[in-house]
């Protein structure tokens, strides 16, 4: 499956950025969805997961109650919509696949299939 994020951008604090994840290849049904991020010289972060068939969510605890994941099978499509952007939401984020399966994973290793990534900037 190959991946495509898009929707990042400059945003103050306390906006909103709703990021999409397009997948081509195969139906995105077939997997669970994560979405990860990266900031200027850290480590790639998990955000946020969903199950295939979007009963399962998983947030990270820096992002719970600001952002929420959603997906659209019909149009292969994931979703991040971020609200109350702060400053350290700064970063590159990813969206990334891995095989469906009962448990949502949440470390980076586990996920085959990556997007390229797309910069959300927050300024003061």
């Known amino acids: 499956v190959q991946l495509q994020a898009s929707g990042g951008g400059l945003v103050q604090a306390g906006g909103s950025l709703r990021l999409s994840c397009a997948a081509s290849g195969r139906t995105l049904s077939s997997y669970n969805m994560g979405w990860f991020r990266q900031a200027p010289g850290k480590e790639r972060e998990f955000v946020s997961a969903i199950s295939w068939g979007s009963a399962i969510k998983n947030y990270a605890d820096s992002v719970k109650g600001r952002f929420t994941i959603s997906r659209d099978n019909a149009k292969n499509t994931v979703y991040l919509q971020m609200n109350s952007l702060k400053l350290e939401d700064t970063a590159v984020y990813y969206c990334?696949?891995?095989?469906?399966?009962?448990?949502?994973?949440?470390?980076?290793?586990?996920?085959?299939?990556w997007g390229q990534g797309t910069q959300v900037t927050v300024s003061s």
């Open positions: 990334a696949a891995t095989p469906r399966s009962p448990r949502l994973r949440v470390d980076l290793v586990e996920y085959q299939w």
